[in-house]
């Protein structure tokens, strides 16, 4: 089987904490691109498989392959190499707070092990990307939870990641802007980024006609 960039393929994978399998054979296959909702209920494993893909809960059995990287082989030291060549975006957004928009988004370049030419271009261009170049100069408290949402999501894609995982994005955000946030990402799988959401609620799958894994 093929495993080009941007692709998500997993094959009877098994995951867990101890000896509890949360994640049981579970099989899926993402082409470059699409958008796919990870759903079920609290509780289901949706943040677990966010983290397996991520690096953080190890693969158990059979097989697993994200931007393809062979998460069987995966050893500690190419877990960096392979968180970045994914972004990631939290319900609680996870920005720091004495941070302008525009340094939230700039921080990890400049901290980021490999470089990055001109942090700072790049930072004020994720931010026009995600509709927010005129905010770049205030702090999290000036900016609604959408707009935060949508700083973080910059942040998340200004290393040009070909995968963004989001791991309910939109759980703390009103109905607008949980459209908008979800306009933006299927924006972002148009342009040829894979997005995975993981989400339970039913706001973000009405009206959703692309891939869904049901966990
Ligand atoms: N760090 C952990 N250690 C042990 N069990 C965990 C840990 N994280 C989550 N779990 C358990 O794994 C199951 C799936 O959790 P999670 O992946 O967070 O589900 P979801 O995101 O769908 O709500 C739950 O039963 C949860 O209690
Ligand atoms: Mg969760």
Not at 101 to 126: C, F, G, M, T
Request: net charge negative; proline share 5%; charged share 20%.
């Amino acid at each position: 089987m093929e495993h080009p960039p941007g692709s998500v393929v997993l094959q009877d994978a098994v995951a867990g904490y101890g000896t509890r399998k949360v994640l049981d054979r579970i099989t899926c296959s993402y082409v470059p691109g699409q958008f796919v909702m990870v759903t079920g209920a609290s509780g289901a494993g949706k943040t677990t498989f966010m983290r397996l893909l991520y690096g953080v809960v190890r693969l158990r059995s059979g097989e697993g392959f994200v931007d393809g990287i062979d998460l069987r082989r995966l050893w500690p030291w190419q877990v960096s190499g392979l968180r970045r060549r994914l972004g990631f975006v939290f319900q609680s957004y996870e920005l720091l707070p004495h941070l302008t928009a525009l340094e939230n988004v700039r921080l990890p370049l400049e901290l980021a092990q490999w470089s990055i030419e001109s942090p700072e271009d790049v930072a004020h261009q994720a931010l026009r990307r995600v509709g927010l170049a005129d905010l770049a100069d205030r702090r999290p408290d000036h900016l609604s939870g959408g707009q935060q949402q949508r700083v973080a999501i910059a942040r998340a894609i200004a290393h040009q990641p070909r995968i963004l995982l989001a791991d309910e994005p939109t759980g703390n955000l009103d109905t607008i802007a949980t459209w908008q946030v979800l306009d933006l990402l299927a924006e972002l799988s148009e342009d040829g980024m894979t997005v995975l959401l993981a989400t339970h609620d039913a706001t973000a799958l009405q009206h959703f006609d692309g891939e869904v894994l049901r966990l």
